[in-house]
């Protein structure tokens, strides 16, 4: 712990924001159905944030809670996962309609993501994940994410909507995620208790801090304190920090910028420091030859085009770290590959304008993009 700061700074500090919301703070308190004027609340916050040069995506949680009543399934009735399921596929339908009025009113379009945990563990679909999700925002949209719910199992599940919020900002490599609940943040007790003290900073997510944040809850939704402070673990690690905040009443993200209450996880590093450590950490599977051009685009920040490589060595699934060798046979870089290593000995020397053709489909320009290349020690420009 650590002392108080304003959640303002993070928020005007950050480049790139996630914001999760619970199913308790977009549903009527009875459980009868969606309650539109917190959707359009957030969605003027999302603007605001927006028009400030944020990237923002949304993962959403309120696909089982609005979908039970539009199936006769009572609020207090316990569901079987099948039902769970069902109600998500009726009800996922309508949040996103949701979204996407209450996003239009300021000129935005809503954009559905599902996502399963292997979109976010296994590196060829983290890649096809992020690439997909960082497109949508250059192009304007607002993501609005969710689980897979329909076809998730209890075994191959995030579990609940903050891991995968915290997933989600460790995809897009996001500077915080805003986690918005019914209480504004972590206490040193039950807040209900007389003399609980709020916890405003929390600088690592330690045993002691876990303990405090108790067992998960029963509800609208399928966490409590202890996911989201779980959450923050996770966003910590790649170098996210974590606003926990009263999602309801008003507009939750224009309060904290007023200097509203929560509680803020620190991150541990940042994006790039997680995004070197993704890449880097594990071993390499392959490797690409380049030519003295593609050599220098490499270490000036450029992606690798499949016209500056000259060999392709090692057996690697698309994601997986390979190893790039300048002509001299050097090690000048590591990266995520963007194609496999029988794609890309197929696109060897080709032009960019060719890979469809050769392919008959094209996932991106470079065999290894800009952005999932970290330069190794010998191979930086002194």
């Not at 927006?50 to 316990?78: E, F």
Request: aromatic content about 2%.
């Amino acid at each position: 712990m650590s002392e108080a700061r304003s959640p303002a700074e993070p928020i005007s500090a950050a480049r790139r924001v996630v914001i999760k919301i619970g199913s308790a703070q977009l549903i009527h308190a009875d459980g009868s159905g969606p309650n539109t004027g917190r959707f359009e609340a957030l969605a003027a916050d999302i603007a605001d944030l927006r028009t400030q040069g944020r990237d923002v995506t949304l993962v959403s949680s309120g696909a089982v809670a609005i979908g039970r009543p539009r199936l006769g399934l009572k609020p207090a009735d316990t569901l079987s996962l099948e039902q769970k399921q069902a109600a998500a596929a009726a009800g996922q339908a309508r949040l996103i309609q949701l979204w996407d009025q209450a996003l239009a009113l300021h000129g935005l379009t809503a954009a559905q993501a599902l996502l399963s945990p292997g979109d976010t563990e296994q590196r060829g679909r983290w890649l096809n994940a992020r690439n997909t999700l960082s497109t949508l925002m250059a192009l304007g949209a607002v993501p609005v994410i969710n689980e897979n719910d329909t076809v998730a199992t209890q075994e191959l599940r995030f579990g609940d909507n903050d891991r995968l919020a915290a997933r989600v900002a460790q995809l897009i490599g996001a500077d915080l995620l805003i986690i918005l609940s019914d209480v504004d943040g972590l206490y040193d007790r039950d807040p209900a208790q007389p003399g609980a003290r709020h916890i405003p900073v929390i600088e690592t997510v330690t045993p002691d801090i876990a303990a405090l944040a108790g067992p998960a809850r029963a509800g609208a939704g399928t966490g409590g304190m202890a996911t989201k402070i779980e959450a923050a673990r996770i966003a910590a690690a790649a170098g996210c920090a974590t606003l926990i905040a009263k999602g309801a009443p008003g507009r939750p993200i224009k309060a904290l910028l007023a200097g509203g209450r929560a509680t803020q996880v620190l991150a541990s590093g940042t994006p790039e420091r997680a995004r070197r450590a993704w890449i880097t950490g594990a071993e390499a599977a392959g490797a690409l030859h380049l030519d003295a051009g593609a050599a220098a685009a490499v270490k000036s920040g450029k992606s690798l085009l499949p016209a500056g490589v000259t060999a392709v060595s090692g057996r690697f699934a698309r994601g997986e770290t390979v190893r790039l060798l300048g002509p001299d046979g050097e090690e000048i870089a590591r990266g995520a590959a963007g194609y496999d290593d029988a794609e890309a000995r197929t696109l060897i020397g080709l032009n960019t304008a060719d890979i469809e053709t050769a392919l008959g489909y094209r996932r991106g320009a470079g065999l290894v993009h800009a952005g999932d290349i970290v330069m190794s020690e010998t191979g930086r420009t002194p």
